[in-house]
């Protein structure tokens, strides 16, 4: 009889422990700036197996993933990804915008204070952000016992994937030569990152974002949260949030082909290989879960473009600002046109109200004066672009994109390849922000826990990225999410 009971007992403990929900013991999320999806296979052949290899040959790669809004920048981005959002819900309008007629950047914030430095390099935070992200749902699903760290050289790259909830978010802060925080998060450095400053650092103002030497340090950073925050350690699912900035910095400099944009990606694989050892060994083959994708891609260099016949330029937005303020100024008497940013230009409202005129005859006669130019497919209106006649996919990305108070009065779409640089035979960088396939087309893979081996064409945004992570820890979806969860990748 005894032995029959402790039979049961233990019969009702197996049941009981199978009955859990199942979970990793951490979820990695690793952003590659300005990473266009064809460089999974542009550069496949030097890649080294354990790499970037790994994910694509042993993860699952959405290999139609587009951004479903415009612009296509890196804040936007980073926000999207762990949001699941788009810029009119977020509140992200670009990693720089207007409010009450002042120019605000993204993460800045004057209420809180440097930690580790005494610049304004560390004044950040993510109260602009109106949504919650994958970190801030994975908190409230357990009462905030998981731990949420961003790593970044850019602050609104680890600060916007990090979310509001974070324990920790660190960056980089190029005044200083090393990694630091703000108040937001804590008063003090830990004793590790100290630690870590004083080993790794460089000259106070050198730009290590334009240096391969951006890569490694940014991962030997993550690597070392990993093991002093013992993330993937405890009883709750952890989360780390890893963005590599020196791609998009040298995609800027030199573009999308050539020595520099070769040399990054390789280093990139090599860390990346490194990154995923360290997570074997600190955390377990296969008690993982990593994703991997971007926050937009690029276009060619359009002078590479004319090159080889293929229509492209570039759009002096600055010199677009001076007519069409000398336009205004004949006809109205003031120039209320502040600034162009991320294909949009931005009103002065107290010029405007002060002049006694009115702000929508403002803005329909510069409208009309843009629609002249050649290099402008669609000039709007973004208030009434619901009444514009222009392709669906197109409109769908200007509205998801626009969020009023943020963003500027008029938007414009250049034609493809015509993006906002200084028309020059000796320019040899890139941009971004654009609604073509160039900067929306993002790779998308997952890796690791309960993830079977596979891939799909099927039509995938970046704001599904979020509730297929959430649908796979069992968690709500961040709150401003409209996204759509991908079961496919699911191993049963």
């Known amino acids: 009889m005894k032995k029959i009971l402790i039979f049961v007992a233990g019969l009702c403990m197996s049941l009981a422990a199978s009955a859990q929900i199942q979970r990793p013991k951490l979820v990695v999320g690793l952003v590659v700036d300005q990473m266009r999806w064809d460089y999974l296979y542009y ?22 993933t587009h951004i479903n809004y415009a612009p296509t920048v890196t804040a936007i981005g980073h926000s999207s990804v762990y949001t699941g959002s ?15 007629d002042k120019n605000v950047y ?29 970190g801030d749902e994975l908190q409230i699903s357990n009462d905030f016992r998981s731990k949420v760290i961003g790593v970044a050289l850019k602050d609104r790259a680890s600060i916007l994937p990090a979310g509001h909830a ?23 450095l830990p004793q590790w990152v100290i630690d870590f400053n004083e080993k790794n650092h460089t000259a ?23 093991k002093n925050e013992n993330l993937g350690k405890g009883k709750e699912t952890d989360m780390l949030a890893v963005s590599i900035s020196s ?22 694989d090599k860390d990346l290989a490194h990154f995923l050892k360290t997570l074997d060994e600190q955390v377990g083959k296969g008690n993982y879960l990593l994703f991997l994708t971007a926050d937009h891609g690029a276009a060619h260099n359009y002078n590479y473009m004319k090159e080889h016949r293929i229509p492209a330029g570039g759009w002096d937005y600055r010199q677009s600002v001076k007519d069409l303020n000398g336009y205004l100024q004949g006809k109205f008497g003031i120039a209320p046109v502040m600034a162009e940013d991320d294909y949009q230009f931005f009103l002065n409202d107290s010029l405007i109200a002060t002049s006694g005129l009115k702000k929508q005859q403002i803005i329909d ?5 843009l629609k002249k130019d050649p290099r402008y497919l669609y000039v709007f209106d973004e208030e009434r672009i619901s009444e514009v006649t222009m392709p669906q996919w197109i409109k769908e990305r200007m509205i998801n994109g ?62 599904d990225i979020a509730p297929t992570v959430c649908a796979m820890l069992h968690i709500q979806m961040p709150n401003g999410c409209i996204g759509t969860a991908r079961n496919m990748a699911l191993g049963n």
Request: aromatic share 14%.
């Open 365 to 369: 006669e510069s409208v009309e004066y």
């Open 204 to 226: 106070p103002n050198f730009n290590i974002k334009t240096s391969t030497q951006g890569v490694t340090m940014t991962f030997k950073m993550a690597e070392a949260a990993l």
């Open 86 to 100: 788009v810029p009119a819900i977020t509140g992200i309008a670009g990693n720089y915008f207007f409010q009450d």
């Open 247 to 268: 791609t998009d910095a040298i995609g800027h400099v030199y573009s999308t082909r050539g020595k520099e944009n070769h040399d990054v990606y390789m280093q990139l």
């Open 166 to 188: 974070a324990d920790a978010a660190y960056w980089w802060d190029t005044s200083a030569g090393h990694f630091v925080t703000s108040t937001f998060y804590t008063d003090h």
């Open 106 to 134: 993204c993460c800045e914030d004057p209420n809180v204070k440097s930690v580790g430095s005494d610049s304004k390099e560390g004044q950040m935070s993510p109260h602009r952000l109106l949504a919650s992200t994958i």
């Open 402 to 463: 626009y969020f009023r108070g943020r963003s500027g009065e008029i938007g414009v779409v250049t034609r493809p390849q015509v993006f906002g640089a200084k028309d020059s035979p000796t320019y040899k960088g890139t941009q971004h922000g654009q609604p073509f396939p160039y900067d929306t087309h993002i790779p998308f893979l997952l890796y690791g826990w309960n993830v079977k081996h596979g891939a799909t064409t099927q039509e995938t945004y970046i704001v």
């Open 43 to 64: 550069y496949y052949n030097e890649y080294g197996t354990d790499g970037l290899r790994r994910l694509v040959d042993n993860g699952f790669s959405f290999e139609n």
